[in-house]
């Protein structure tokens, strides 16, 4: 009782709104974060920069002579050319959400991100990330229409559905990115602000929370199964009726034929969810932040470096486009 007496004077020491204003001291919005990126050891940062500046300066320009060369060409003014387009821009803003950040903490050795520049980060990265599975998705429907009803191709692909395909797209990616960095904004974060990774990752960053995340898992996990899930369902669908397709060509040749109208395509779809996959395994079997981030290179860096590469070393349209845009012998 005596105990119960002393807390209690030491609480009426205390006015209200003095008690009131140190429980939301304690769950103060915290004004910046800390990238801890790949390795702390400063001789390896000059290779890092190097090698990541290096990977990004290749996406960016392979990615804009892509859409130079499809822009320019009044042969590549088809809807696969179109989408494809759209692929390459979205890859460039992919890769421009994170790694340019990246370089200027290397280059400044400051790992500090803000908060409102990290849920920023958030937002992009998400939009992005979802528009990539999208384009991918109705780039598969494309192919679908193309060999499985060529005669219908250029009526059923028309202009105004291969528009309003992509608007849907970026709406419905547009929505999914905002609705998970407003949940993002509700959220606390106490005193552990060091994120190991080289950007603010969705789920890194729910798990330095300090509040309650049981309701951002829920509408995390749901988004991925819907807008990852259901376009990959709609691509595997379209590569199941592409194959039954291909089978009833008679000639090995017509076969080949066909098939490398979209060996591209699938290459690119294998390439983003493999690594994707591997990246989700990789952490969810070894535990650690750091394999993660390592991981995450491949589908934020590597993936959109090689799109480029993959559409134009096969595609005879492309590299005759590059050639007269570049001046050169494309190999």
């Not at 919005?29 to 500046?53: A, D, K, N």
């Not at 999914?176 to 407003?182: A, K």
């Not at 009726?241 to 090995?252: D, L, N, Q």
């Not at 932040?289 to 559409?311: C, D, E, K, R």
Request: contains cysteine; glycine residues 4%.
């Amino acid at each position: 009782m005596k105990v119960c007496v002393k807390c209690t004077h030491v609480i009426s020491f205390f006015p209200r709104s003095h008690l009131h204003h140190m429980e939301l001291s304690n769950k103060t919005r915290i004004s910046e974060f800390l990238l801890l990126g790949f390795s702390e050891r400063p001789e390896l940062q000059p290779l890092i920069f190097g090698l990541f500046l290096s990977m990004y300066l290749i996406t960016v320009f392979g990615n804009l002579l892509i859409i130079l060369a499809i822009s320019t060409d009044p042969n590549l003014h088809t809807p696969m050319y179109f989408f494809l387009a759209n692929l390459s821009f979205v890859d460039i803003c992919f890769t421009s959400t994170t790694i340019p950040k990246m370089l200027v903490n290397i280059q400044t050795q400051s790992k500090v991100i803000t908060y409102e520049d990290c849920i920023t980060q958030i937002y992009f990265l998400i939009l992005f990330a979802v528009l990539d599975v999208f384009l991918l998705s109705v780039m598969a429907y494309d192919r679908f229409v193309a060999i499985c009803h060529p005669l219908h191709y250029m009526v059923i692909m028309n202009p105004r559905l291969c528009g309003l395909l992509v608007l849907v797209s970026w709406i419905m990616c547009i929505l999914n990115s905002l609705l998970q960095s407003l949940m993002m904004l509700r959220l606390s974060f106490c005193t552990h602000l060091h994120i190991p990774h080289f950007f603010c990752e969705l789920n890194e960053m729910l798990q330095l929370a300090c509040s309650d995340t049981f309701l951002n898992n829920v509408v995390m996990y749901l988004a991925a199964v819907l807008l990852g899930g259901g376009p990959f369902a709609g691509i595997l669908y379209s590569y199941s009726k592409i194959v039954s397709s291909i089978r009833g060509i008679a000639s090995a040749k017509g076969k080949y034929k066909t098939f490398s109208t979209c060996a591209s395509h699938l290459s690119v779809v294998c390439l983003f969810y493999c690594t994707m996959l591997g990246v989700y395994l990789s952490s969810a079997a070894t535990q650690s932040s750091h394999s993660s981030a390592t991981a995450s290179v491949m589908y934020t860096v590597v993936t959109p470096m090689l799109n480029p590469f993959i559409y134009s070393l096969r595609n005879k349209d492309i590299k005759s486009a590059l050639r007269r845009i570049v001046g050169v012998q494309v190999m």
